[in-house]
């Protein structure tokens, strides 16, 4: 049994299409994402061939827009995540690194930070203790 008719896999192909165009990829460089040789991956963009939603995490992973290609719809970050990208393309290299250096340290940290939060959670005050000592 078919999941998706020939006018839906031709709307997802074009959809296909248009997302790797706006990103800039050639046909040849999604097929080495993907594993697939090319006149396969040409099945996908003119609607003769399903990708299949186990290609769509690939794809994502290098920009495309998957809600999109699936449903029509894009994705729209919220504003937060917008401010944050603004922000980071105008800062200096330097402070693109001073702010990887904090991801890394805060990364590093977050074992420990659990721990103190789970140690913290055990003893409030007015709370059973939940690890099983007194």
């Known amino acids: 049994m078919a999941l998706t008719s020939t006018k839906q896999r031709k709307e997802l192909g074009e959809r296909l299409c248009s997302e ?20 396969q991956y040409q099945r996908y963009e003119t ?5 299949g939603v186990f290609r769509m995490t ?17 994705h729209n970050p ?11 393309r105008s800062l200096s290299m330097h402070g693109k690194a001073s702010l990887f250096a904090t991801l890394d340290a805060l990364e590093r940290l977050a074992p420990n930070i659990r721990r103190t939060i789970r140690k ?3 003893t ?3 709370q059973k203790k939940t690890d099983g000592r007194q």
């Open 120 to 122: 913290t959670l055990r």
């Open 78 to 88: 919220v504003r937060e995540e917008n401010e944050l990208l603004a922000r980071f």
């Open 58 to 74: 690939r794809l994502a992973a290098v920009g495309f827009d998957v809600l999109f290609i699936i449903t029509t719809e894009r």
């Open 20 to 39: 790797r165009e706006r990103l800039g990829y050639t046909q040849q460089q999604i097929t080495s994402l993907l594993g697939v040789p090319l006149d």
């Open 124 to 126: 409030a005050p007015g």
């Open 47 to 51: 609607g003769e061939l399903d990708p």
